[in-house]
């Protein structure tokens, strides 16, 4: 499984931006998909997710500007982000959970960069 993040950018407080996660194989429908982020000394941290079954979950820093979905047709997940904060500026990854109920995530993507300038 190979995940490709784009549409990560610069951007001013209060903006938005759209992230893109494209996955191939042909059983995407039957994965859970979850976004994180790292910012530079920190560690790498939850920002939400959605299941196979259209579950969505956030963290609560971000939960009211970000909304994950995901088109299975285009074996694609989003993270829509709006009024970004400085404090969203991170490296954004995607990741594949095969199984819900596993702790950790299978396959990871490279990460798109992600800065919100005050």
């Known amino acids: 499984v190979q995940l490709q993040a784009s549409g990560g950018g610069l951007v001013q407080a209060g903006d938005s931006l759209r992230l893109s996660c494209a996955v191939s194989g042909r059983t995407f429908s039957t994965y859970n998909m979850g976004w994180f982020r790292q910012a530079p000394g920190t560690e790498r941290e939850f920002v939400a997710a959605?299941?196979?079954?259209?579950?969505?979950y956030y963290s609560d820093s971000v939960k009211g500007r970000f909304t994950v979905s995901r088109d299975n047709a285009k074996n694609t997940v989003y993270l829509q982000m709006n009024s970004l904060k400085p404090e969203d500026t991170a490296v954004y990854y995607c990741?594949?959970?095969?199984?819900?109920?596993?702790?950790?995530?299978?396959?990871w993507g490279q990460g798109t960069q992600v800065t919100v300038s005050s």
């Open positions: 990741a594949v959970k095969r199984e819900i109920r596993a702790r950790e995530y299978d396959y």
């Open positions: 959605v299941t196979w079954s259209g579950i969505t």
